[in-house]
């Protein structure tokens, strides 16, 4: 990994940790809009993955989206505005925590619903296939969309197409409140690909540079066209599954386990160790972070609110070729 | 020439647009090198070549899933749902992403897809013969077509796939005019009358949210989509030899958007209405369009309004309580003369 890349993949992982950080505060301290499904834990994947990533590739996100967000390099002040249900959102305040993308760095979407993005994922990368446009797509998911029958029939039209498209199969270890090893009869949900004729890999989900080589892999493997790869990534999330949800179906002994091998410490140990940059640099990248997430949060408490009736014009886009009278209606 | 059969007018908008702009794309169930279920995509995969016309596995999430994903990135897609009883499996793709996922970014895409699919009671027993429109028109963000025309399949087809929304596009299986290879399908074409207008050759686009008046009348307005158009147009033509009275038949021909005025516009004038549809009562398209009515014409009614549509239950199996459930001529005429007092 060059000193560059090092560097930027390390403020995205703080980036992450910071803006959930604040959020939490933020929910805990003042009337927020709606829930929200925390990343912190998982910064390592997004990260890894989204490296690799041209501006024009696709992702598709999940109801836990924050991260893939700013892994993929969306601004953090429309992101902190769609939180606010502002119309400086990168939504316009019509996604919110659940739904929060922005389609100009390649997001089609965060899905709300366990495992819906990935049949939109695997459309984009035929889309891309047909187009020849050599774009990539990756597709973000957790262990209990593993379970969803969209999980199937996306990853088995990818390998038959031979679709350029990266499933990353975010396991956490626990959908909502379940283990998923109580619902779930394979250790490895990656040994599953083997029935879609494409390679299964398990990956240190804590681990940035595991993710990172993984990742290189599989998206060289997608542009060249040589079909799709999933990637598993054992990883786990610090918060309860939504706002304040205590998560107390897990001890916090497994809670500290994890904790003591924290994607963000495990690199900056690792950056530190090999020389490629000096304490001050990354403190100097905290910092930064920091004022970037106060700047996000006074931009989003300035900003506009909606209008009642905003949403009208987000139904349906205007058919300019045929308007007909009854349009306003429609 | 002319086409003369649903079946043909659709393959030439698919044929149309597909030579008209290379975005526009095919997939589905046994739509290629079978040429589809119903014929539809006759030549096209011949045509057009493995990349543009794309069989799939049974798969209907990923089917209309996949639709989404291309539409959204650059695409044109038509997917082919076989029966439109089949929509349940992909029914979160339909009507929790595709329909919603502009409103829920905020405007930033756009949706250019149609998903096809055949309805209607064909002898098929209760998982391939329903009307399922009422569900997708509970579902903002889907326009929702049903032709009755060879005409109007071919204009509102090539409408849908230029539309930069998602759009449901419901095609009676007793209107095609071709039999399925499967099986024995019936038709209903060569019994069907004036009003079953040809598609001419030339390129021509129908308006969505446009409601036709198929034939003109001043005692009873009659609303009716697909079969029940027809059925309704000979049941007017049956009342007025042998009763005198002069239904005005209106088909919707898209659902969303609804042309509500035209519907209320006659019913001012008429003073009836009978609505009649193939999908169940309860909360249905029947239930709906008389609701407009009531609300927006209720002191121009001479009489209630009465409604003509499936009991709720699944369609039979047997022929001869399949037909007892489904909307006949017989029950139409009793409608309207039961409005006129006659």
């Known amino acids: 990994m060059e000193r560059e890349t090092a560097l930027l993949l390390y403020r995205r992982m703080v980036q992450i940790r910071k803006f959930e950080e604040k959020l939490y505060q ?88 366990v495992g819906s993005g990935m049949p ?15 774009q990539v797509v990756a597709c973000f998911f957790g262990d209990g969309a593993a379970n969803e029958g969209a999980f199937h029939e996306a990853l088995n039209l990818a390998g038959v197409w031979k679709l350029p498209v990266v499933f990353v199969c975010e396991n956490n270890m626990y959908g909502f409140s379940t283990h998923y090893r109580r619902v779930t009869p394979v250790e490895n949900i990656a040994d599953r690909a083997a029935s879609y ?36 990534c054992k990883t786990y999330r610090y918060m309860g599954h939504s706002r ?87 | 020439m002319p086409v003369k059969k649903i079946v043909d007018a659709l393959n030439q908008a698919l044929r149309e647009e597909m030579d008209r702009d290379e975005r526009v794309v095919l997939l589905g169930e046994d739509i290629g090198v079978f040429e589809g279920s119903y014929r539809v995509t006759e030549g096209l995969h011949a045509q057009f070549g493995e990349e543009r016309v794309r069989d799939t596995p049974i798969s209907e999430i990923a089917i209309i899933g996949a639709a989404l994903g291309a539409a959204l990135t650059g695409l044109r897609p038509v997917a082919e749902i076989q029966f439109n009883d089949f929509l349940a499996c992909g029914m979160d793709q339909l009507c929790n992403q595709a329909a919603k996922i502009r409103f829920m970014l905020g405007g930033q895409v756009t949706v250019p897809m149609v998903v096809r699919a055949p309805y209607g009671a064909t002898g098929r027993a209760a998982q391939h013969s329903q009307s399922l429109e009422a569900w997708f028109v509970h579902t903002p963000g889907l326009k929702v077509v049903m032709p009755s025309t060879p005409y109007d399949a071919k204009g ?59 034939r003109p009348g001043s005692d009873v307005t009659v609303v009716a989509t697909g079969m029940m158009l027809h059925k309704s147009i000979k049941a007017a033509r049956e009342l007025a030899g042998a009763d005198g009275i002069e239904c005005e038949v209106i088909d919707p021909r898209t659902l969303v958007p609804l042309d509500r005025e035209t519907i209320i516009d006659s019913v001012k004038k008429t003073g009836r209405l009978v ?68």
């Open chain 1, 120 to 134: 939109v994922a695997v459309g984009a990368a035929w889309s891309s296939q047909y187009r020849r446009s050599g």
């Open chain 1, 26 to 113: 933020l929910f805990l301290t003042r009337p927020m809009p709606g829930s929200m499904h925390q990343y912190n834990g998982q910064e390592a994947v997004a990260v890894g993955v989204c490296a690799h990533l041209n501006r024009d590739d696709f992702i598709t996100s999940t109801h836990r989206g924050h991260g893939h967000c700013i892994a993929k390099g969306a601004p953090i002040r429309a992101l902190m505005a769609e939180m606010f249900a502002k119309t400086t959102g990168c939504c316009r305040a019509m996604g919110g925590s659940m739904h929060i993308a922005d389609y100009s760095v390649g997001m089609l979407g965060a899905m709300g619903i």
């Open chain 1, 197 to 232: 004729g494409m390679p299964g890999v398990v990956v240190d989900g804590m681990d940035l540079r595991a993710v990172f080589d993984e990742a290189a892999t599989a998206v060289d493997r997608a542009r060249k066209g040589e079909g799709a790869t999933l990637i598993e």
């Open chain 2, 275 to 342: 609505v009649v549809s193939e999908d169940v009562m309860s909360c249905g398209v029947t239930a709906e369009i008389s609701a407009l009515v009531a609300e927006h014409a209720l002191f121009y009614l001479d009489a209630p309004i009465r409604r003509v549509a499936v009991p709720d239950t699944p369609i039979p199996f047997a022929p001869v309580m399949e037909q007892a459930v489904i909307p006949q001529i017989g029950d139409i005429i009793e409608a309207v003369k039961s409005v006129v007092y006659r």
């Open chain 1, 244 to 330: 304040f949800e205590k998560a107390a179906y897990r001890s916090s002994e497994e809670l500290d386990e994890w904790r003591k091998r924290d994607p963000l410490v495990l690199f900056r140990d690792f950056l530190l160790g090999s020389e490629l940059v000096d304490a001050g640099e990354l403190e100097g990248i905290d910092a930064d972070v920091d004022r970037e997430i106060e700047d996000a949060v006074d931009y989003a408490e300035n900003s506009p609110d909606p209008k009642p009736h905003d949403y009208r014009q987000y139904i349906f886009k205007v058919n300019d070729e045929f308007p007909t009278r009854h349009q306003k209606e429609s």
């Open chain 2, 156 to 214: 509102l087809l090539k409408t849908a796939i230029r539309d930069d929304n998602p759009v449901l596009f419901l095609e009676h299986k007793l209107l095609y005019g071709a039999t399925s290879p499967g099986g024995k399908a019936q038709t209903a074409v060569q019994e069907l009358g004036e009003v079953f207008t040809p598609a001419p050759d030339e390129e021509y686009l129908l308006p969505f949210g446009a409601a036709d008046v198929k």
